[in-house]
């Protein structure tokens, strides 16, 4: 791994993160860290019919991490929450554009996807899947 | 200035030959484990291809020859940390193996409801969970001596913290974040004037200085291989002779007994009573030519070479714009570890991208959630030194550190 990992829309959002902050009475929150980081997400949606009408993260961690969320975040504007529970990390990470983030880093692009599935899925009170975010 | 100690030493460890990416291997990551000199690796294929046989029993001559080595292996290290005797030497896996041998073994037995083991806030993790562990299971309390953001302990409590029922101290040697010396012998000898039991984990100290068990006086002292040129897979629990001869087996089974019925069995002298099952032969003949060769070094020049080498490195990163070394007001240090922060740049990135220039550093909590909680970060970035670095190494690291600036900004 090298810093090719470091793409220009990854650096442009871990620089300008979008959508970070909380909302007043989501109807979706959750948060999650990784422990062997420290890295830490949290995701608050507001939906609208179904469907994500507001959405923030916030936290703190590396660039990865944190603009893997920013990213993340500006896909799911939009959505409905069947979409939500669906949403693939290949989607993500192809966004994020670095396919071959190596088993050390993956974790960190994809906390943010783990954490929107831990809340969807309480939000839909079904049973979350041993990894969430594979 | 110039650091040349041990000159053409990286020729000594094959892994330098290597290269990734056309680029030499930068090794910073020392205090996670240490690379392995050619006696090291030579004498594990030397074991399986001339000696390999199960010791202790056999009446041929490979075995006879295999059983020497591995007991000449525990003498070499009964003489490195100037044991009293060898037979006080167990091997254990690691450090962390130690620990829990005694936490269930000599614990459960000496320790009762309401009892204190006393443990520090820079433990590494496996100098903490196996004591939280015991303590749940036979209500004992833990309690800990606090750590300033210097890197040292608070030890002006000490009596209030040794009185009422305190029974039993744990602490490492040296942290494995800041490098911090504790005054170990101090502490111990304070701990016994209240009849205190004692342990201490060596596991960062013994690789890089010269220690003596004897003079630090404690009753439990453990350390592993792999972080001081030895293989993985092989570590030490010292204990003073009278304390290891009273204590139950840690784990039952072959070479821990001495006769055995249907119903029952009598344990083996030590220290073969704690060493069940076939041992790890030729980790043990591994770390005897480690200590050889760290012998042939000198450990007094290997302390001088560390601190020399850390010296460097904070000088030459004293221009670094934002860069900051934790504990580096702590003066009482071995100078192998150097843990840093790097502007706000998280240290994942930071190693992510050191990584792309081939140098080895770790970036995380080190094992010590707690401590890091201390220092205020999530993480840190620590490059860790040892005797086959040199300066150029630390100038490699300054150039990948401008580098993760120019990438992150």
């Not at chain 2, 443990?119 to 004591?131: A, G, I, Y």
């Amino acid at each position: 791994m090298s810093d090719d990992i470091y793409k220009e829309i990854i650096l442009d959002h871990y620089r300008n993160p979008r959508n970070k902050g909380k909302l007043t009475d989501p109807d979706i929150s959750a948060q999650d860290n990784n422990p062997v980081c420290g890295d830490r997400i949290s995701i608050d949606i507001t939906l609208k019919d179904n469907v994500v009408s507001d959405i923030k993260f916030d936290g703190e961690g590396c660039a990865i991490s944190q603009s893997s969320a920013s990213i993340l975040t500006d896909m799911l504007m939009d959505k409905t929450v069947d979409e939500l529970s669906k949403f693939t990390k290949d989607e993500l990470l192809e966004e994020l554009g670095t396919p071959s983030l190596g088993p050390a880093r993956i974790k960190c692009a994809l906390l943010s996807l783990k954490v929107l599935k831990i809340g969807t899925y309480q939000y839909l009170g079904t049973e979350l899947p041993e990894d969430p975010e594979n | 200035m110039s650091i040349s100690n041990f000159q053409d030493i990286k020729k000594d460890f094959p892994i330098f030959s290597r290269k990734i990416n056309g680029k030499n291997i930068i090794y910073l990551d020392s205090a996670a484990t240490t690379q392995k000199p050619n006696e090291v690796i030579n004498s594990i294929s030397d074991y399986y291809k001339n000696y390999n046989s199960n010791i202790h029993r056999g009446i041929y001559s490979i075995s006879i020859e295999a059983t020497e080595l591995y007991e000449n292996a525990r003498n070499t290290l009964a003489k490195f940390i100037n044991a009293n005797s060898s037979r006080e030497l167990v091997f254990t896996r690691n450090a962390t193996e130690a620990i829990n041998l005694v936490a269930n073994t000599w614990i459960p037995s000496n320790l009762k409801e309401g009892d204190s083991i006393i443990l520090t806030e820079m433990e590494h993790h496996s100098n903490l969970v196996p004591w939280q562990i015991i303590a749940k299971k036979l209500k004992l309390n833990l309690k800990f001596i606090k750590i300033q953001t210097d890197g040292s302990l608070i030890l002006d409590n000490l009596e209030e913290l040794f009185k009422e029922n305190a029974k039993f101290l744990s602490l490492t040697h040296v942290s494995n974040v800041l490098g911090t010396i504790n005054p170990i012998k101090d502490i111990i000898s304070k701990a016994h004037n209240h009849g205190i039991t004692t342990l201490v984990d060596a596991a960062q100290s013994v690789p890089h200085m010269s220690v003596d068990v004897q003079t630090i006086d404690s009753d439990f002292f453990v350390f592993s291989g792999h972080k001081m040129l030895g293989p993985s897979g092989i570590g030490v629990l010292h204990t003073k002779k009278k304390i290891l001869e009273n204590m139950e087996p840690f784990l039952y089974g072959g070479d821990m007994i001495s006769n055995v019925s249907l119903n029952d069995a009598q344990w083996n002298e030590i220290p073969w009573k704690f060493e069940a099952g076939t041992p790890n032969i030729v980790g043990a003949i591994g770390l005897g030519k480690a200590v050889d060769y760290l012998n042939n070094l000198g450990m007094s020049n290997v302390h001088k070479h560390e601190q020399e080498l850390y010296s460097y490195a904070v000088e030459k990163f004293s221009d670094l714009k934002e860069f900051k070394i934790f504990g580096l007001e702590n003066k009482n240090s071995t100078g192998c570890v150097m843990s840093f922060s790097y502007s706000d740049f998280h240290p994942h990135d930071i190693a992510s991208i050191l990584d792309g220039e081939s140098i080895a550093v770790r970036a995380g909590h080190h094992c010590a959630q707690p401590l890091m909680e201390k220092l205020g970060v999530p993480a840190t970035t620590r490059a860790s030194f040892y005797v086959y670095n040199d300066e150029s190494d630390i100038d490699k690291l300054f150039d990948g550190l401008q580098k993760v600036r120019s990438v992150l900004t």
